[in-house]
């Protein structure tokens, strides 16, 4: 049996608040190409873990590793240049930009780095850039709101505008926070549906959600969180059915 290509490793990692054991014993093996859920009641730690990962927040103990390098230390901006984005729970977007000047940001901070936009100067007439933006809010059904403010979408189509910025970073690890949080079942549905088909992309993704019926459709492996501690771990039918997992939702 060949060895899965584990391509994010956490490696025993502790997180305290003061006498808050917000993280323990965390063991994580994300295989390469798969979506991996991380799902838990509410105050489980999900979000601790994924800043964990991202550089947001020190762990106590422990290290996390992405595919050789030990992000443990690094700054989030040097993280995320080695290849690892994130969508926040609350969706970071710049209110008085235009839809597609919010895509095409990240993508310019890429290619000449962040300190080089000049906003006074239009972003559109970077032509390369400006197609490859438009095509990624078709991708996310968006391209007809290229226009208007990002500040006047609707909470949905943040999120899509966000995971838009996101994916044209071309990320090879992708971390999503409740990507359906606050969403009507419309938006969920939606949603569900635009994770399923940027699945097929080959990125690896870390899918950090509250809501079991999300993951359900998307997950190849998920790892339940409850009280800080991984406490099931299997193929999503085996996860489902495991009394551990029924107690931490009806008891959390
Ligand atoms: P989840 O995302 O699963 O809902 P969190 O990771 O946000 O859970 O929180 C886990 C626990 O850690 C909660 O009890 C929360 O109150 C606590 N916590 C999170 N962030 C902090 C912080 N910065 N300082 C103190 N306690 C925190
Ligand atoms: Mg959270």
Redesign the pocket.
Known sequence: QAKPNVVLHVADVH?N??G?H??ADIDLEVEEGKTHAII????????????VIIGR?PPTSGAVVFDGTVLTGKRPHEINQLGVSRVF?TPEIFADLSVLQNVMTPAFAKRDGAFRINFAKPLERETALRHEAEAMLEDVGLVDRRGVNAGSLSRGDKRRLELAMCLIQKPRLLLL??PTAGMSRHDTNTTIELLKKIKSRGMTKVI?E?DMHVVFSLADKISV?AG?RIIAEGLPEEVRGDPRVQEAYLGG
Request: net charge neutral; hydrophobic share 40%.
């Open positions: 997180k608040f003061g808050l917000a993280l838990g009641p509410n105050g489980a730690g999900k979000s601790t873990l994924l800043n927040i729970q926070d409740e950090i509250h969180l800080g």
